[in-house]
């Protein structure tokens, strides 16, 4: 069974840092991979999603890498602002037999300091 | 704009009860999910479904079944409510091979069973 970890849980920053939030997973053959943000109390909001034949995908301060070869994607957020401050998931999809699903993991918790 | 809408932000229903959450999209997606979020456990597939009429179990089905009549519409049904299904509802929906969109999301329901 797929497993998607991020690590840390939680991370506190001072507005204006660039950070990075990690994502790993354990099945190779992934289709693709899609990057969430989710406020409190609210459904989530896709950000990013990345092709398995992509290395890349960059949306305003954003930016999301893949290395199928390590099993890891980071979301890198450039100049952080308290308006970032949410829990950011990951998400690692397949697609077969006439179905496409995604399996998350647990999401970091992102808090921003003004 | 695409979307997926849920009918009920907020829903406290009675132990024993039958509860209906609703789901509707409108990008024609053949996939539709259902998920439950609680703290420390993230995303628990419920159900889903990837065509009219089709329904499959996802890892936490007791409790639960399913309605998906027309193509837009899937419906979660909690046949008799118990306080262990207090938590938040999430829906998704997808293309087949998922597309360049992925999975997108309803604003979630929040429900407590008293």
Wanted: charged share 20%.
């Amino acid at each position: 069974k797929q497993e998607v970890t991020q690590i840390p849980a939680a991370l506190s920053v001072p507005e204006g840092e660039n950070l990075v939030l990690n994502c790993s997973f354990t099945d190779s053959a992934i289709y693709n991979l899609q990057w969430f943000r989710q406020d409190p109390g609210k459904g989530l909001t896709s950000l990013l999603l990345i092709q398995s034949s992509q290395r890349e995908q960059t949306s305003g301060r954003l930016n999301a890498s893949l290395d199928k070869s390590s099993g890891r994607s980071t979301l890198y957020i450039a100049a952080s602002q308290p308006g970032d401050s949410a829990t950011y998931l990951c998400a690692q999809g397949q697609s077969g037999a006439g179905s496409y699903q995604l399996t998350f993991g647990k999401g970091t918790k992102l808090s921003v300091i003004p | 704009d695409v979307k997926v809408t849920q009918s009920s932000r907020y829903l406290v229903k009675r132990t024993g009860e039958k509860v209906f959450l609703e789901c509707v999209q409108d990008m024609d997606h053949e996939n539709m999910f259902w998920y439950r979020q609680d703290p420390g456990l993230g995303l628990r597939l419920i159900y889903f479904s990837y065509d009219v009429k089709m329904k499959e179990k996802g890892d936490i089905p007791e409790g639960y079944s399913v309605s998906r009549e027309k193509k837009e519409r899937f419906s979660l049904i909690l046949e008799s409510a118990s306080t262990n299904q207090t938590s938040m509802y999430l829906c998704a929906s997808s293309f087949t091979t998922g597309g360049g969109l992925g999975y997108t999301f309803g604003s979630g329901t929040r429900l407590t069973v008293v």
